[in-house]
């Protein structure tokens, strides 16, 4: 009975940050957008517009859902249903920490355990494919539908360097198993190199973990491969005819799935919660560190505030407090084993989020049939030489 | 809890398998198959084989369905329309038959099959991906070889007789 309840808490904490960081996600996406091309961004709704995502989705709740004529109505509901509950899935093979031990409890930070994490990334990516296309297919526009196809073309190509990608580093880490893959990358090469598959091995996965992200941007619909939802082409793909919540769906489905991929890239190629450098060269004060400072900082800008932006003088230094207070639990000897490593894979993991809105701020999208041959003569070809690579170097080493 | 979840996920498959022959649209029919295949992953994942069940969902599910909806919204195919027929005849042939190929089933599963062991959950444990791939890769490592050469033929066949010429 214990195991439910230990399940069922961590299922509702999970799935509440999940949710609150998708929806945020969207406010940094438009903030970095934006000061990419040196604008503010989102700035009216609460401080430096923080409230935003929260206005978003009442805007979204209570637009009227409009069910055009002439869909294929079973189908049109379920395909944004099936989006977003596949895109939830997967992250419950994510480790997020090692184990730790709470109120007598022993637990590990995430979810399940599973042998076969990688192989259900794997299984229900591939499902994904069919929301995005029955989504397009069920609206009965051409629009939608090009969309739709698009899409499943697109996610089948790259779909296979994907998985090439991803089988050498389970040469080198030997498991399918998130937790034991990030456990097999602890330690340090020469004391200061972290033995990350990305580095360390006898074969440095530099290329796998290329491969796999340009990969991931196909694979979530993202510029440079946006096509299934090109605007310019398309209105907006397979979402045209979407209105409402059915719309978020759609929206939130998109955030989630970049979520899980960029942990399964943090667990798979960076080394998971591992540190950047031993602990016994400080790398525990990183956190509390730049906390601290931040707090320390607002301190300071609270005492120099406008005078024409008179409440500064108060909110400020309070979310300093709050701040300093957050550096403050890192040295809490009860959650130091607990938030440290949080610490590291939350910071690795929005790094590749930081990529992720980078290159949508900096590159152009492929022409379709770019697209297609850009994954099958050279992603392709460059998947299955790095795997040969790889095999052999551990086939003659181990 | 097994027996539940065995229960439940048998009733979805059978329930996915008539309705992939009710239904007259090919994307129901279509869809009504990879309900079948996922829900027989999740028996194969209670018989302990979580790799067969992580593959059955990856290749079937994932790669072979997706392309048959592919091709199925290209030709952009209309649901059949099949106007109602009269006849009884066919009907009253067919049922009878069918209830005695039931019967003709049942006596020879009742009579010939010996009773054997009965089937537990979670007994089994050959089925991660380690036992599976050393038995792939060792002792059935001719046919495997054999299948994957087979398959190949098929695919070059298919891109032969596709494209007139080359």
Redesign the interface.
Known sequence: MNFYIISLVKAGITAGVLLTFCAYLVWIERKVLAHIQLRPGPYRVGPHGLLQPLSDLIKLMTKEGVIPANVHTFFYLFAPFLAVALALISIVVIPFGPEFSILGVTTGLGLTDLNIGILLVLAVSSLGVYAIALGGWASNSKYSLMGGLRSAAQMISYELPMALAIVSPLLLLNTLNFREMVVAQEGFALGFIPRWTVFAGPVPQVFSFIIFMIAVFAETNRVPFDLPEAETELVAGFHTEYSSLMFAAFFTAEYANIITVCSVATALFLGGWQPLWPAAYGSNFVPPLIIGLAGLMLLYHGSQALKSRRWDRFSFPAIGVIFLGLAGLFFVPVLQPVLIPFFWFASKLLVLIFVFIWVRGTLPRFRYDQLMKFAWTFLFPAALINLLITGLVVALTS | MDAILFLTFAAIAVACAINLVLQTHP?SSA?SL?GVM?SLAVLYLLLGG??I???Q??VY???IM??F??VI??LNTQGERTQPKKNVLPIAIALPLLFSLIGVLAAIVATQVPAGEIVKFGTFSGG??LTFGRAMFTRYLLPFEVTSVLILIAIVGAVVLAKKEI
């Open positions: 994307i869809l990879v996922t979580s790799f069940a992580a593959v969902v990856i599910a994932g790669a997706v392309l909806i592919f919204m290209l991660d991906p």
